[in-house]
């Protein structure tokens, strides 16, 4: 069972910033795409971004770009979102999540298959 963990959450200041790391436990990220995902009270989960397994696929919502930036370090074991300028309306749990990716060129946020159980940010003065 693959095991993800998200961390770095908390309270934010708007125009702050947070970095989210998902780490994994139990198996190696090196062969999987890793999807960050949010809900925020009230409103269905959304795909925020998605870096596949190489790193050479990224992919950003368009409410987040400019402003999020996802990496990997996968010696690290560990998916990092990076956010800046943050908003009241990032306000949500935060979640990451896995699938496989053998060839180092996809992501997909409807294949994920394992899930963290969040991290919540809140933005607010």
């Known amino acids: 069972q693959l095991q993800l963990e998200e961390s770095g959450g908390g309270l934010v200041q708007p125009g702050g910033s947070l970095r989210l790391s998902c780490a994994a436990s139990?198996?190696?990220?090196?062969?999987?795409?890793i999807g960050w995902f949010r809900q925020a009270p009230g409103k269905e989960r959304e795909g925020v971004s998605c870096?596949?397994?190489?790193?050479?696929?990224?992919n950003y919502a368009d409410f987040v770009k400019g402003r999020f930036a996802v990496s990997r370090d996968n010696a690290k074991n560990t998916v990092y979102l990076q956010m800046n300028s943050l908003l009241p309306e990032d306000t949500a749990v935060y979640y990451c999540?896995?699938?496989?990716?053998?060839?180092?060129?996809?992501?997909?946020?409807?294949?994920?298959?394992?899930w963290g159980k969040g991290t919540l940010v809140t933005v607010s003065s």
């Open positions: 999540a896995a699938h496989r990716d053998y060839y180092g060129a996809s992501c997909n946020y409807y294949a994920m298959h394992s």
């Open positions: 139990g198996f190696t990220l090196d062969s999987y795409a």
């Open positions: 870096i596949s397994s190489s790193g050479a696929v990224r």
